[in-house]
């Protein structure tokens, strides 16, 4: 076997390799991120729902945490001050509340960056797993 036959049957199996390589990050960004998620949890589904995942094949592959649930990109962007008004009902209420309004002013809400701040900061490991698996 050639020294070229060599090298190219190498560069075959660590190609074969980079799906597992890629899911193996995405799992280690979500357990992160769900650790290290900034919000305050009500109900614990945002934080259950974020997901890693990995696509991809041949010469380029992608890893992605993302939200799975509806309000993620509020939780990750934060919203603008924007109206509340009842859809099902002639007014809204709540426990503590004096008397039902027809509308609340909602001042917005800070987004926490959880998602992007734990992508930001795995970064350097990211790179350096990627080139420890084409260098070995």
């Known amino acids: 076997m050639s020294v070229f036959t060599k090298a190219i049957n190498e560069i075959d199996r660590k190609k074969s390799t980079m799906p597992l390589l890629c899911m193996n990050i995405a799992f280690m960004l979500e ?3 769900k650790n290290s998620a900034k919000w305050t949890d009500r109900t614990g589904n945002a ?3 974020i997901t890693g995942t990995s696509l991809g094949g041949g010469n380029q592959y992608i890893v992605r945490l993302g939200h799975g649930v509806d309000y993620g990109t509020v ?3 934060g919203s603008a001050p ?3 008004k009842p859809r099902n009902a002639k007014a809204l209420f709540w426990n503590g509340a004096s008397h ?3 509308k609340v ?3 917005g809400t800070k987004g926490t ?3 992007e701040s734990t992508i930001s ?3 350097p490991k990211i790179g350096k797993l990627i080139e420890g698996h084409w260098s070995k």
Do not use: K, T, Y
């Open 31 to 33: 357990g992160e991120a």
């Open 47 to 49: 934080r259950q729902g």
């Open 75 to 77: 939780l990750e962007e």
């Open 82 to 84: 924007h109206i509340i």
């Open 100 to 102: 039902p309004v027809m």
């Open 105 to 107: 002013q909602h001042p």
């Open 113 to 115: 960056h959880s998602l």
């Open 121 to 123: 900061r795995n970064m």
